[in-house]
C-alpha cells in the first residue's frame, strides 16, 4: 500500500503519565444492552440475507433508544409497573425480487434472545414493549450493494482510529467487569445485578476504582442486610484486584450515593438488575468503544459501530480493523512501545482502499522508526490483503464488540 504513514508519535506512553481515567458500562448498563442488541440484530440480519440470497445487503441498525420504564423496587421483591420500550432504527433491505425479509420480526426476536441470555432477571415478554422504526434504505446507499466488484465501496466518508497495548489499569477496568459478571460472581452474589458501571482513576500508583452496582431487591431482607452483603461484595472486588495487579494503593468505592439510615430510598435497588427499568435510558453509541473501554486519556472514533453492516460501513469495519491492526503490530514488531493506527475512508471508495492509513508509534528507548516501519507496512498491508475473512467474521459475530 503506497498511502501508509509511520511516524514517531512526541508524547509519553499513557502507562507512564501520571494521571489515568478508564470508565466502563457493564453488561447491563442502558448503553451497552443497546450497543450489543443492535449489533446482535445486525448479525442476525447477515445470517438472513446470506441464507437466502449468498451475501449480505444492504443495512444499517445502528440508531436504538431503550426508554426507561417504571419499577418500584422493595426489600425482598418489588414490581416492574411499567414496561421498558425498545425503539430500533435504521434502514435495512426489506424486498428483493418477490422475496421478502421479516427484518421487524427478526429484530424483535433478536433482543429478546439477547435479554433472556444476558440479563437473568428481565422476562422480555413481560419487561419490555419492541418498537420498530427501521425502514428500507435510501437508493444511493442501497445502490453501493449493487456495484459488485471485490470489495464493496464505503457507504460513509469516516475516519477510525485503535491502539494498543492496553495499559494496566485498561486491563483491570474490564476484567474486573467481567468478573462481576462472570456465572461464578452471580452464584456467590445473587443480589449483584448485570448493570455495573466501572470509573477508575489511576494517580501515578494509586488507584481508586468507582463501582456502580445495581442490586437486586427480591435477596435483599432489609437495610442492615443490604450494607452487610454490600460489604461482602466490596471485599470480593479487593481480593480481585489485590491478587491481579500490583497497585501500590488500590481504594474501591462502591455505590457511594447509599446512605444509611433513609431506608429504600437510600440504597440502589432495582427489581430485574439494570436501572433501564425506571431509572436510566440508553443509546447506541455512547458506551464503550469496540473493544471494551472508555479511555478518556486516548483518542476514540466518534462513530457507533454496533449495527452497521459489515461489508460497507466503514464505521464499523474499520473501527474494528484499527484495533486488530494495532494488536498485530505489538505481537509482531519489536521495539514499539504503543501505537495508534488511524483509518480514513473516502465514501464510494473501495473499502480496501483507504484514503489513508497511519500509524503513530511512540517507539522503545534506542528503537529508529525506519527500523520498525517495513514490518508495520507488512502487517498493515495483510490485514487488508484478509479484509474478506474480517468483514465475514464481523457479519457472523465472530469478533466480539463492546
Same mark, same amino acid.
Given at each position: 500500500?503506497?498511502?501508509?504513514?509511520?511516524?514517531?508519535?512526541?508524547?509519553?506512553?499513557?502507562? !507512564?503519565?501520571?494521571?489515568?481515567?478508564?470508565?466502563?458500562?457493564?453488561?447491563?448498563?442502558?448503553?451497552?444492552? %443497546?450497543?450489543?442488541?443492535?449489533?446482535?440484530?445486525?448479525? *442476525?440480519?447477515?445470517?438472513? @440475507?446470506? +441464507? $437466502?440470497?449468498?451475501?449480505?445487503?444492504?443495512?444499517?441498525?445502528?440508531?436504538?433508544?431503550?426508554?426507561?420504564?417504571?419499577?418500584?423496587? !422493595?426489600? +425482598?421483591?418489588?414490581?416492574?409497573?411499567?414496561?421498558?420500550?425498545?425503539?430500533?432504527?435504521?434502514?435495512?433491505?426489506?424486498?428483493?425480487? !418477490?422475496?421478502?425479509?421479516?427484518?421487524?420480526?427478526?429484530?424483535?426476536?433478536?433482543?429478546?434472545?439477547?435479554?433472556?441470555?444476558?440479563?437473568?432477571?428481565? =422476562?422480555?415478554?413481560?419487561?419490555?414493549? @419492541?418498537?420498530?422504526?427501521?425502514?428500507?434504505? /435510501?437508493?444511493?446507499?442501497?445502490?453501493?450493494?449493487?456495484?459488485?466488484?471485490?470489495? #464493496?465501496?464505503?457507504?460513509?466518508?469516516? &475516519? &477510525?482510529?485503535?491502539? &494498543?497495548?492496553?495499559?494496566?489499569?485498561?486491563?483491570?477496568?474490564?476484567?474486573?467487569?467481567?468478573?462481576?459478571?462472570?456465572?461464578?460472581? $452471580?452464584?456467590?452474589?445473587?443480589?449483584?445485578? =448485570?448493570?455495573?458501571? #466501572?470509573?477508575?482513576?489511576?494517580?501515578?500508583?494509586?488507584?481508586?476504582?468507582?463501582?456502580?452496582?445495581?442490586?437486586?431487591?427480591?435477596?435483599?431482607?432489609?437495610?442492615?442486610?443490604?450494607?452487610?452483603?454490600? *460489604?461482602?461484595?466490596?471485599?470480593?472486588?479487593?481480593?480481585?484486584?489485590?491478587?491481579?495487579?500490583?497497585?501500590?494503593?488500590? /481504594?474501591?468505592?462502591?455505590?457511594?450515593?447509599?446512605?444509611?439510615?433513609?431506608?429504600?430510598?437510600?440504597?440502589?435497588?432495582?427489581?430485574?438488575?439494570?436501572?433501564?427499568?425506571?431509572?436510566?435510558?440508553?443509546?447506541?453509541?455512547?458506551?464503550?468503544?469496540?473493544?471494551?473501554?472508555?479511555?478518556?486519556?486516548?483518542?476514540?472514533?466518534?462513530?457507533?459501530?454496533?449495527?452497521?453492516?459489515?461489508? /460497507?460501513?466503514?464505521?464499523?469495519?474499520?473501527?474494528?480493523? %484499527?484495533?486488530?491492526?494495532? *494488536?498485530?503490530?505489538? &505481537?509482531?514488531?519489536?521495539?514499539?512501545?504503543?501505537? @495508534?493506527?488511524? #483509518?480514513?475512508?473516502?465514501?464510494?471508495?473501495?473499502?480496501?482502499?483507504?484514503?489513508?492509513?497511519?500509524?503513530?508509534?511512540?517507539?522503545?528507548?534506542?528503537?529508529?522508526?525506519?527500523?520498525? /516501519?517495513?514490518?508495520?507496512? =507488512?502487517?498493515?498491508? !495483510?490485514?487488508?490483503?484478509?479484509?474478506?475473512?474480517? %468483514?465475514?467474521?464481523?457479519?457472523?459475530? $465472530?469478533?466480539?464488540? %463492546?
Amino acid at each position: 500500500m503506497n498511502n501508509v504513514f509511520v511516524n514517531k508519535l512526541g508524547r509519553v506512553a499513557i502507562e !507512564d503519565q501520571p494521571l489515568e481515567i478508564v470508565e466502563r458500562k457493564g453488561l447491563g448498563h442502558p448503553d451497552t444492552i %443497546c450497543d450489543s442488541v443492535m449489533n446482535q440484530i445486525s448479525i *442476525d440480519l447477515s445470517k438472513e @440475507y446470506l +441464507k $437466502k440470497f449468498d451475501t449480505v445487503l444492504h443495512h444499517n441498525v445502528d440508531k436504538s433508544l431503550l426508554a426507561a420504564g417504571v419499577a418500584i423496587p !422493595d426489600f +425482598k421483591g418489588g414490581k416492574v409497573i411499567e414496561p421498558m420500550r425498545f425503539v430500533f432504527g435504521d434502514r435495512a433491505t426489506f424486498k428483493v425480487g !418477490d422475496e421478502e425479509i421479516p427484518v421487524n420480526d427478526i429484530a424483535a426476536e433478536s433482543a429478546s434472545n439477547w435479554l433472556k441470555e444476558n440479563l437473568r432477571f428481565v =422476562e422480555p415478554e413481560k419487561h419490555v414493549v @419492541y418498537q420498530s422504526e427501521i425502514k428500507p434504505g /435510501s437508493m444511493a446507499l442501497a445502490d453501493i450493494f449493487e456495484r459488485r466488484g471485490e470489495y #464493496l465501496g464505503a457507504n460513509d466518508t469516516s &475516519a &477510525a482510529v485503535g491502539y &494498543a497495548p492496553f495499559t494496566t489499569t485498561e486491563r483491570l477496568i474490564l476484567d474486573l467487569e467481567g468478573y462481576l459478571n462472570s456465572v461464578e460472581f $452471580k452464584k456467590r452474589f445473587p443480589e449483584s445485578g =448485570e448493570d455495573i458501571k #466501572l470509573m477508575g482513576l489511576r494517580n501515578h500508583d494509586h488507584l481508586n476504582v468507582t463501582v456502580a452496582m445495581a442490586m437486586v431487591d427480591r435477596f435483599i431482607e432489609g437495610e442492615a442486610d443490604y450494607f452487610k452483603k454490600q *460489604d461482602e461484595i466490596h471485599s470480593a472486588i479487593t481480593d480481585f484486584v489485590d491478587a491481579k495487579y500490583g497497585f501500590e494503593e488500590v /481504594s474501591i468505592d462502591l455505590n457511594p450515593l447509599d446512605v444509611k439510615g433513609r431506608g429504600i430510598d437510600g440504597l440502589y435497588m432495582t427489581v430485574v438488575g439494570t436501572s433501564a427499568e425506571a431509572g436510566d435510558s440508553g443509546q447506541v453509541g455512547r458506551g464503550n468503544n469496540v473493544v471494551g473501554v472508555i479511555p478518556l486519556n486516548r483518542p476514540m472514533s466518534s462513530e457507533a459501530a454496533a449495527g452497521k453492516n459489515p461489508v /460497507s460501513h466503514v464505521g464499523k469495519i474499520y473501527n474494528a480493523l %484499527c484495533y486488530r491492526i494495532a *494488536d498485530r503490530v505489538m &505481537a509482531d514488531v519489536s521495539g514499539v512501545k504503543e501505537i @495508534y493506527v488511524w #483509518l480514513l475512508s473516502q465514501i464510494g471508495k473501495p473499502i480496501n482502499e483507504p484514503s489513508v492509513v497511519s500509524a503513530q508509534i511512540i517507539p522503545e528507548n534506542g528503537v529508529e522508526i525506519k527500523s520498525v /516501519s517495513k514490518l508495520i507496512d =507488512e502487517v498493515i498491508a !495483510d490485514e487488508f490483503d484478509h479484509l474478506h475473512e474480517f %468483514c465475514n467474521d464481523l457479519a457472523m459475530g $465472530k469478533i466480539t464488540l %463492546c
